[in-house]
């Protein structure tokens, strides 16, 4: 065994090292031929089954990471599809939900994993069932939210709960203001009485403003949580979207649509909704910016992700911040490049770490589909582009070893630092820094105690600079 591992890191030495390059052209594209695609999900608990939702096609899925997609239509009445969660506690129960009017349209439910589907309206009282958005409880898939309001006519209701897998739905609205339209709503994956919305303007009145509302007792009841949105009734600026993770629920993001000024855009919290702070610098502007879609990176609240239309629903793409959205830079490149309206953002967390993309240009056909970019090991090749004097990640001291190493690292300037590190398959370990520094050099022991013998990497992530190292544990 101990000469197999000197082998192996012999190899490693060679190698040196395997990195993700975080650069232009490495967006490509997964799905294609089925239109607009208006949502994206991973499978929480199996993240090699996703699903996205065309606006004309119906629903696509995939088992094997987007590699390979078939229709998964049996059972829909209507296939113009703009939601879509999967149970994070049972991967077998799929909920859906329609863009378009009509008694075919609505609610869909699955729970055979996309396999059949059944129509689930009963109690939902608005005769347009534009289904805007579905949260689902993240330990009871019996448990679900949907947010209806099809843009055109005032909903009378607006939100809907059902702890019986849709058999019948009840309203949810208790605090509501009198403007029910809702188009997002989550729910905290770590506390399932804890549910966030966000509203938009009223279409009558062209008057809002929009609000985020929360609940702390499973959409018993809800109160205003818009502390530091825009608070003009003038305003129509609908809250597009709200994102969380179970890394730390107390960071949430939102993104507002800039239709009558440039008021609007991304704001976060950082203390669970209580208050609300603009993060949009390096965001496109112009009053008609549409942010479709947002979405925190799983394991890293610093790293979030925005989808941009327009107001003529052309393509902007996507947008990128590392850094808590203090600052974003374009994140488009390859089949990205400026011509994608993004409605739906997607992040499969194991093995390559990968970003999925629903394209939604009204017109383009190689702006429609399902695109994806991995972040994690794409290539044999040099380290960083960023300048080694000003960042670099060490090799371990000792290595090989057993149990304990010490890694060293330099920071060029201050800037939240990750290092995780990984097993030979790519499959996560641990995360052993996840902090704030300033400029300057650290170090931290690993001890791999509990792991077996064998090969791992280590991954440094700061802003833009990427690298990773091998280690050797032997025992």
Not at 150 to 162: E, F, H, I, M, R
Not at 303 to 320: D, H, K, M, P, S
Request: some cysteine; hydrophobic content about 35%; charged content about 10%.
């Amino acid at each position: 065994m101990k000469r197999l591992l000197l082998t192996i890191f012999i190899s490693l030495t060679f190698i040196h090292l395997m990195y993700a390059v975080d650069g232009p052209n490495v967006w490509s594209t997964s799905l294609s031929g089925a239109g607009q695609i208006w949502a994206v999900a991973v499978s929480p608990s199996s993240q090699s089954t996703m699903y996205a939702g065309s606006n004309t096609t119906g629903i696509w899925k995939s088992t094997n990471s987007g590699m390979n997609w078939i229709q998964s239509n049996n059972g829909l009445t209507n296939l113009t599809i703009q939601a879509i969660a999967v149970s994070p506690s049972n991967p077998q129960v799929v909920y859906c939900g329609t863009s378009q009017t009509g008694a075919n349209a609505g609610v869909f439910v699955s729970t055979d994993a996309g396999a059949n589907w059944s129509q689930i309206n009963n109690g939902i009282v608005e005769t347009s069932k534009g289904i805007q958005s579905i949260a689902v409880d993240p330990t009871n898939a019996n448990t679900a939210y949907v947010a209806v309001f099809d843009g055109v006519a005032d909903s009378p209701q607006g939100l809907y709960k059902t702890t019986n897998q849709g058999a019948n739905w009840n309203v949810a609205n208790t605090g509501i203001g009198t403007i029910k339209n809702i188009l997002t709503i989550i729910v905290n994956p770590l506390n399932p009485n804890v549910v966030f919305c966000g509203t938009s303007f009223g279409v009558v009145s062209q008057q809002g403003p929009a609000k985020i509302y929360r609940s702390n007792n499973a959409g018993e009841s809800w109160t205003d949580a818009s502390s530091g949105l825009p608070n003009l009734t003038t305003d129509n600026k609908p809250v597009r979207c709200l994102s969380m993770v179970p890394s730390d629920t107390s960071f949430i993001m939102t993104g507002l649509f800039l239709n009558t000024d440039s008021l609007s855009g991304v704001y976060v919290s950082t203390n669970g909704g209580g208050q609300w702070i603009r993060r949009h610098n390096g965001l496109p502007n112009a009053v008609g910016t549409l942010i479709r879609s947002c979405m925190v990176r799983q394991g890293r609240t610093s790293e979030l992700y925005v989808g941009l239309g327009n107001a003529t629903n052309l393509g902007i793409g996507v947008f990128r911040s590392t850094n808590q959205g203090v600052s974003w830079s374009d994140f488009n490149g390859g089949t990205l490049a400026g011509s994608v309206s993004v409605r739906a953002l997607g992040f499969r967390s194991t093995a390559d770490s990968t970003v999925f993309a629903g394209g939604a240009h009204p017109t383009v056909a190689t702006g429609q589909g399902v695109f994806e970019y991995s972040l994690f090991i794409t290539g044999i090749g040099n380290q960083s582009q960023i300048n080694p004097q000003d960042y670099s990640l060490n090799q371990n001291f000792p290595n090989p070893f057993n149990p304990v190493t010490r890694i060293s690292y330099t920071l060029g300037k201050p800037d939240i630092v990750t290092i995780k590190v990984f097993d030979i398959t790519g499959k996560e370990i641990r995360t052993i820094v996840n902090t704030y520094h300033a400029a300057g050099s650290y170090e931290i022991d690993f001890n791999g105690s509990e792991l077996s013998s064998g090969a791992y990497f280590y991954r440094m992530q700061s802003g833009n600079f990427y690298e990773v190292r091998s280690m050797i544990l032997m025992k």
